[in-house]
């Protein structure tokens, strides 16, 4: 019996204060470290959010209300396998749950709460198994949760979350728990940024060599991994093999967002933003911060440790100096270092290194030093964090664009085309100021209208389907093009602007677009179709009725791949390609009805493959827990 207060206290009750005391300190810290999202009301705005981030919360939002929304999206750059791509989330576990929070303020804040405290979670458990203080678990929490890799990355929630499971990873792998390590490496890729994935599973094998057993557990989790994941990972393979992305990049591609060296060391320097704010690259993508008593710490943890610590010093400097990228020499040679787009992502491992670093290090302290260290570690980092690393808006500016009520007037399925030109000004320019951010919102800049079902023919997404980009190319030289693709609205910007500004950007209609359905003869449209109706519209699911006197081809535009199915009448026909893009079926002459079906057998493989693997995981663990 312990006494507290003068007053006896059970065991149990002081387990229930002190998790109390560690739930208030958590929630306290993370108020401190996010105050402008958590208590300001406040939103980070960056193009990263307005293009990927907020559209893929629109559509995770919208699942409830139509679930074909899961496997196809016609919003999406002429149509595009949702399911496939890694980076819409949608089967991530938890995206579906908060993505039931009514708006996207409360989604992100969850988002940011739920992952900050999965990674300092583990991070702490792993700290535990190896140190046994109290101070030390602290400090690996600290440095998992807030370091300024993790957090900068709180626009692209994709790679927040898959940053946050790389410490469970490494707590399963030092446990031992092949099943555990495998289901966290299957969370991971299904949080949507396979380069961390592929960092989390090199970092395991790397630390578990040359240990036969762990050599084995990682194999073994490997396979776990592949099983729970498969729903995801084998449409992903469909998708790349279409994609115009290679498994190797060329070397100017695998270069970008390369770290200059002298930014590098100035990232590693206290309190940089406060002095010298300024860095090259995208700042989602390149920022990295442990801070200077963070890297104290981890440099004492490695010199005073054992080959455990040794090997995470290696792996952090070894991960720091990849970083650099093109800035290497010789790096065009190091072609197996091509497979990754961005070298700032090997900043990863540095970042997550650094938290059982320091915990070696705040054990490696006399008692009286410890607290005094961690909260030095506390109040470096939340300065660091209280440092704006992108805008920061009210929710109001992800608002309806005022475009967009132009184009819900009278259009029922609208589709918009940005020129080449407005394209490439975009991507060439930097966004500077809240105006920037206001331009590509106002103009619906890809993805952002797909939030307010407004279909689009391109996109910025790193996974952009062949037979798309084909097809943007014709539409480049041929405005024949954007009428079958059903572009109702052009958004242009003048001819010889520098750079994308308000009153350079033009929106036109154009009143010879398509319906989203139509009928072709001898590879044309035919104009007096511009009329069929489609009286069931659903993504992935298209009927129509038609008549006609003389042979020919019904046309959806929507892009063709694997897991479209074509019925006439009930009995499905041989499915073509319209203008070497759209799916396409020949019909007879008369009264018909035609279904258009996605159904892709890969969905149906992987699903079987992972509700296999989640049975056989289930069985284990009842098993063991019999045994227990």
């Known amino acids: 019996m312990i006494r507290f207060g003068g007053m006896p206290m059970r065991p149990e009750a002081r387990t229930l204060r002190n998790a109390g005391v560690a739930a208030a300190l958590a929630l306290a810290v993370l108020l401190l470290a996010w105050p402008r999202l958590l208590l300001g009301g406040l939103i980070p705005i960056d193009g990263n959010l307005l293009a990927v981030a907020y559209p893929n919360w629109a559509v995770l939002h919208a699942l409830g209300h139509e679930p074909r929304l899961a496997l196809w999206n016609p919003l999406r750059a002429l149509g595009f396998p949702q399911l496939a791509d890694p980076i819409t989330m949608t089967?991530?576990?938890?995206?579906?749950?908060?993505?039931?929070?009514?708006?996207?303020?409360?989604w992100l804040r969850l988002w940011v709460v739920g992952h900050t405290l999965l990674a300092a979670g583990f991070a702490g458990a792993l700290a535990w198994r190896r140190q046994r203080r109290r101070q030390a678990v602290v400090a690996a929490m600290l440095l998992a949760g807030l370091n300024g890799f993790f957090m900068a990355r709180v626009t692209m929630p994709h790679q927040f979350a898959s940053a946050a499971w790389l410490p469970a990873a490494w707590y399963f792998a030092e446990t031992g728990s092949a099943l555990g390590l495998g289901a966290a490496w299957a969370g991971q890729?299904?949080?949507?940024?396979?380069?961390?994935?592929?960092?989390?599973?090199?970092?395991?094998?790397?630390?578990?060599?040359?240990?036969?057993?762990a050599a084995r557990r990682c194999a073994a989790a490997a396979a776990w991994a592949l099983g729970l994941s498969a729903v995801q990972l084998i449409p992903f393979i469909a998708l790349l093999l279409r994609s115009t992305r290679g498994l190797r990049l060329d070397a100017a591609q695998a270069a970008r967002f390369s770290l200059p060296p002298l930014q590098l060391l100035k990232e590693l320097l206290p309190q940089w933003p406060a002095w010298r704010p300024q860095l090259a690259g995208d700042p989602a993508m390149v920022t990295f911060y442990v801070?200077?008593?963070?890297?104290?710490?981890?440099?004492?943890?490695?010199?005073?440790?054992?080959?455990?610590?040794?090997r995470l010093a290696a792996l952090a400097a070894a991960a720091l100096i990849l970083s650099l990228g093109g800035h290497l020499p010789g790096f065009r040679r190091l072609i197996f270092l091509h497979g990754f787009r961005y070298p700032a992502n090997w900043l990863l491992l540095a970042a997550a290194a650094a938290a059982p670093l320091a915990a070696a290090g705040v054990g490696a302290l006399r008692p009286s030093l410890r607290w005094p260290a961690v909260l030095l570690l506390a109040a470096d980092l939340i300065v660091f964090a209280w440092q704006p690393k992108s805008a920061w808006s009210r929710p109001e500016i992800l608002d309806a664009p005022v475009p967009l009520e132009?184009?819900?007037?009278?259009?029922?399925?609208?589709?918009i085309y940005h020129t080449e030109?407005?394209?490439?000004?975009?991507?060439?320019?930097?966004?500077?100021?809240?105006?920037?951010?206001?331009?590509?919102?106002?103009?619906?800049?890809?993805?952002?209208?797909?939030?307010?079902?407004?279909?689009?023919?391109?996109?910025?997404?790193?996974?952009?389907?062949a037979v798309g980009e084909r097809y943007r190319a014709l539409a480049a030289r041929e405005p024949a093009a954007l009428d079958w693709a059903g572009a109702n609205f052009i958004v242009d910007l003048a001819a010889g602007a520098g750079r994308a500004r308000h009153r350079d950007i033009s929106v036109r209609r154009n009143p010879s677009a398509l319906p989203r359905v139509f009928l072709a003869r001898a590879g044309l449209p035919e104009r007096r179709a511009d009329r069929l109706p489609a009286f069931v519209y659903r993504p992935g699911l298209v009927?129509?009725?038609?008549?006609?006197?003389?042979?020919?081809?019904?046309?959806?535009?929507?892009?063709?791949?694997?897991?479209?199915?074509?019925?006439?009448?009930?009995?499905?026909?041989?499915?073509?390609?319209?203008?070497?893009?759209?799916?396409?079926?020949?019909?007879?002459?008369?009264?018909?009805?035609?279904?258009?079906?996605?159904?892709?057998?890969?969905?149906?493989?992987?699903?079987?493959?992972?509700?296999?693997?989640?049975?056989?995981?289930?069985?284990?663990?009842?098993?063991?827990?019999?045994?227990?």
């Open 421 to 465: 030109r407005l394209m490439g000004a975009w991507a060439a320019g930097s966004l500077e100021n809240e105006e920037d951010y206001l331009l590509m919102k106002d103009f619906l800049a890809p993805s952002y209208g797909t939030a307010f079902s407004v279909g689009e023919l391109l996109n910025f997404q790193t996974l952009r389907l």
């Open 543 to 628: 009927r129509v009725r038609l008549d006609t006197d003389r042979p020919a081809t019904l046309v959806l535009a929507e892009l063709d791949f694997p897991g479209w199915r074509v019925l006439i009448d009930g009995a499905p026909v041989a499915r073509e390609r319209f203008a070497g893009a759209f799916v396409s079926a020949p019909v007879p002459p008369g009264r018909h009805e035609a279904l258009f079906l996605f159904r892709p057998w890969f969905f149906l493989a992987g699903l079987g493959v992972s509700l296999a693997a989640v049975w056989l995981a289930w069985s284990r663990l009842r098993s063991a827990s019999a045994n227990a």
């Open 189 to 213: 890729w299904l949080a949507g940024y396979p380069p961390f994935s592929m960092l989390t599973v090199l970092s395991a094998v790397l630390l578990a060599w040359p240990r036969p057993a």
């Open 406 to 415: 132009l184009l819900s007037r009278d259009v029922p399925l609208p589709r």
């Open 291 to 310: 801070g200077g008593i963070g890297l104290a710490l981890a440099v004492w943890g490695w010199r005073r440790g054992g080959p455990r610590e040794r």
């Open 91 to 106: 089967l991530y576990p938890p995206s579906w749950p908060l993505a039931a929070a009514g708006n996207f303020p409360d």
